[in-house]
């Protein structure tokens, strides 16, 4: 079975430039997870999805995160404009409750904004 | 909300020899699942244990185990016969067990050293 597919691995970025992430979870999986690590912290919930649709959205900046899943597999984040404090590594993880409670995680992005 | 608090930084531990990782949580909840997950310098979690909170029985992964004391609300890890590969950042994490698939709520990680 495939794990859950981020990329790209590294991006580097200046301050007010966009970027984007891309996440393919592992298949069949409906939830889908994404969390920012900031360096020594642990990982941040800023959004998750049940299928196509939004279960909570209430960690992420709207002002310039936005995330979607279309058709209920894979899911885009884009930060714009970046701030020099979104560097992180941004984490996407996938669930299918009834296989069992645990969360699957892809490899993450490592985001550093110069 | 849920919180999760790991109060070790930082332990190390020699090879072969064992090691307990600390873990606390706070919850009105009764019925949740904890867990612990290791993160490699490669980036990618990778879930070690995972403990139900209805079952008494505390759970077993081959070297790895947990002490769960829920009245406590502590969730230990214990490593016995540690390995160079287990050196590590390692989470401890709370799921809610209400319905729905709820997010996994994170502690801020122990880096675990071992010493060859």
């Known amino acids: 079975e495939a794990g859950v597919a981020q990329s790209p691995r590294y991006k580097i970025i200046e301050k007010r430039q966009s970027v984007a992430f891309w996440c393919n979870p592992i298949?069949?999986?409906?939830?889908l997870y994404w969390y920012q690590q900031i360096l020594g912290q642990g990982p941040k919930l800023l959004i998750q999805?049940?299928?196509?649709?939004?279960?909570?959205d209430s960690q992420l900046p709207k002002d310039r995160f936005s995330a979607e899943r279309l058709k209920g597999v894979d899911s885009t984040l884009k930060i714009q404009p970046a701030k020099l404090e979104d560097s992180a590594v941004y984490l996407c993880?996938?669930?299918?409750?009834?296989?069992?409670?645990?969360?699957?995680f892809g490899q993450g992005t490592r985001l550093t904004v110069v | 909300a849920q919180t999760v608090t790991q109060s070790q930084p930082e332990m190390s531990v020699q090879e072969a020899e064992t090691v307990t990782l600390s873990c606390t949580y706070d919850?009105?909840?009764?019925?949740?699942?904890l867990f612990w997950y290791k993160q490699p310098p490669s980036r990618q979690m990778i879930l070690v244990i995972r403990?139900?909170?209805?079952?008494?029985q505390n759970a077993t992964e081959n070297r790895f185990s947990v002490n769960f004391q829920k009245a406590a609300k502590s969730f230990s890890l214990k490593i016995s016969d540690s390995q160079l590969g287990d050196a590590a950042m390692y989470f401890c994490?709370?799921?809610?067990?209400?319905?729905?698939?709820?997010?996994?709520?994170f502690g801020k990680g122990t880096r675990l050293s071992v010493i060859a």
């Open positions: 994490a709370y799921r809610s067990a209400r319905s729905g698939n709820t997010p996994l709520v």
């Open positions: 298949s069949g999986h409906a939830t």
């Open positions: 403990q139900e909170a209805y079952k008494q």
């Open positions: 999805f049940q299928n196509n649709g939004v279960v909570d």
């Open positions: 993880a996938s669930s299918l409750l009834i296989s069992g409670p645990e969360a699957f």
């Open positions: 919850t009105s909840e009764s019925d949740y699942y």
